[in-house]
């Protein structure tokens, strides 16, 4: 009799631990976290505009090199007088941009006639050659940091709607 209680307490035993280790392992897989996104950015640079005093645009590659996507949420200048706003041109007029989504493994090209960063209220002194620095917000990767120099402008002005 003593024997028969043993083996259905170990059979319970083993079955309870069967049982855990089998909920275990669906559990760190669903708990499993997201992969994170891996930002860099590349060839920035700025340009003030030929045709508005105290405006400029700036331009880059953001790269994604990791497996999960971001999101650009917004930009602020080192110099907080400057107005920082997300652009992008719709129709030929640029408008203003929530955000820019940055998906995983992808290269998002800020460029002239495109997404953009505009830079409103520039200090006078500002000029081609001139430095300042720019901190992307991004949803999964925080702020960055980047550097952007002010080249010499180049190409057509864009038709800007009022937003």
């Keep these: 009799m003593m024997k028969k209680k043993v083996n259905r307490w170990v ?15 669906v559990l760190v897989g669903m708990g499993e976290s997201p992969k994170p996104p891996n930002i860099s950015i590349h060839e920035q640079k700025a340009r003030l505009s030929p045709v508005m005093l105290g405006v400029g645009s700036v331009f880059m590659k953001i790269i994604n090199a ?36 940055v998906p995983s493994l992808s290269i998002v090209e800020l460029k002239p006639g495109s997404l953009h960063i505009m830079l409103f209220k520039l200090p006078k002194g500002i000029k ?13 990767s925080g702020e960055k940091p980047v550097k952007v120099k002010f ?3 180049s190409g057509k002005p864009m038709r800007h709607s009022m937003h």
């Design 66 to 101: 990791g497996k999960g996507d971001d999101t650009l949420l917004s930009a602020r200048a080192s110099d907080p007088n400057i107005v920082v706003e997300l652009h992008d041109v719709r129709e030929g007029k640029m408008v203003a941009a929530e955000n820019i989504a």
């Design 128 to 140: 081609t050659g001139h430095e300042l620095v720019l901190y992307l917000r991004f949803k999964e």
């Design 151 to 153: 080249m010499p402008a």
């Design 11 to 25: 059979v319970i035993v083993v079955t309870l631990l069967g049982v855990l280790l089998a909920a275990g392992s």
